[in-house]
């Protein structure tokens, strides 16, 4: 095993340890506890404003003096189709008609990609975080220049060849390579020209070989006997997201949790049935409905979300849960239920072999 000590160095942190950022179950209190006990902590602004985002970072800064990172989405921005959208509605009636309300009139592009939100931009600007990070794309090379010349560490997703050869154009720091197995929303750039589906395992000896970047191995690891195995394969560090969840310090709520405690989290699906873009998550009644033979193609990413949270919000105030998005990898059932930092200290142990 080869820890990559000058990324470690460059970071600022101990541990060749990152948690996953998650937008909607990342938090704070979890960033903080991760980076205090030595890994490098997330937080996810990419679906809130840019107030909110300003909130999450001075409320991580309180809690830690440590390095964190700031995960923003740079998707192309929603392609609107009136009739798509319309027969994407009415498709769910039946689901919002279970849970007793209307199917909306119609939907918004619930959030503004980072491509296009200079508020957000320039909030990164003034709050200097330590580390960016950029999901489903890349900011204009100028945004890049910028934030680096601010004094912040860049990293970006990537999920095949094609892409890091963009990252490395773009001259983003370090690569983030997320492999299939991943839970959430993948990272693909295009989500529409094709997905080889690689594995981490594959996809982290692919990009080792081809770049002189830090990789860091994301996808389908939940222990430190998988961040060592990473180390070996060539990754500097280990991204774990579903691994964090179980944390008390996460968002998730007590159905999520449960499920991921369950029988369920053995099965999981990439699926754009919840929010337009592949994603992974737990398979649920609103994933079947949405997949159902005879479906028509969901409305674009993220507008398709905005029908997915409004019939979950509705549903939970009848205390239903079958229509959340649960977003997890293929490692779910090996999650751990502990205090972020007791189970940095596990990771920890388990990669020294302990």
């Not at 690689?198 to 070989?209: D, K």
């Not at 770049?211 to 500097?236: E, H, K, N, S, Y």
Request: hydrophobic letters at 45%; glycine letters at 10%.
């Amino acid at each position: 095993m080869n820890v990559d000590q000058e990324l470690l160095a460059r970071l600022g942190i101990r541990l060749p340890i990152v948690q996953a950022p998650m937008a909607g179950v990342s938090t704070p209190q979890l960033a903080a506890a991760v980076s205090n006990a030595g890994g490098l902590g997330s937080i996810g602004i990419g679906a809130v404003p840019a107030d909110q985002g300003r909130q999450q970072i001075e409320a991580t800064r309180a809690l830690t003096d440590r390095p964190f990172n700031v995960n923003v989405f740079c998707h192309a921005p929603a392609q609107r189709d009136p009739e798509r959208e319309a027969a994407w509605l009415e498709h769910l009636a039946p689901l919002f008609a279970e849970v007793g309300v209307e199917p909306p009139a119609m939907l918004n592009e619930i959030y503004t990609s980072f491509l296009e939100d200079n508020d957000a931009f320039d909030m990164l600007l003034e709050q200097r975080p330590p580390v960016v990070s950029f999901h489903f794309g890349l900011p204009s090379p100028d945004r890049v220049r910028a934030l680096q010349q601010a004094g912040i560490y860049t990293m970006a997703t990537a999920t095949q060849v094609s892409e890091v050869d963009l990252i490395e154009k773009a001259g983003i720091d370090a690569i983030v390579a997320q492999g299939v197995e991943a839970g959430g929303h993948r990272g693909i750039f295009d989500p529409d020209a094709g997905d080889e589906g690689l594995a981490t395992s594959v996809l982290v000896r692919m990009l080792v070989g081809r770049t002189r970047r830090p990789v860091i191995a994301a996808g389908g690891i939940m222990d430190g006997q998988g961040i060592r195995a990473a180390l070996d394969l060539g990754a500097a560090a280990a991204q774990l997201g579903t691994a964090f969840v179980l944390c008390p310090e996460s968002a998730a709520n007590d159905s999520y949790r449960a499920n991921l405690k369950g029988t369920r989290a053995a099965t999981t699906r990439l699926t754009r049935a919840l929010s337009g873009r592949p994603a992974r998550g737990l398979v649920n009644r609103y994933v079947r409905h949405g997949e159902a033979a005879g479906s028509p193609k969901p409305a674009d990413y993220p507008v398709a979300y905005d029908a997915a949270k409004q019939l979950a919000a509705a549903a939970a105030r009848l205390g239903k849960t079958e229509f959340a998005a649960q977003w997890a990898g293929q490692g779910a059932p090996l999650a751990r239920e502990r205090p972020a930092a007791e189970l940095v200290g596990m990771l920890a142990r388990e990669l020294d072999g302990r």
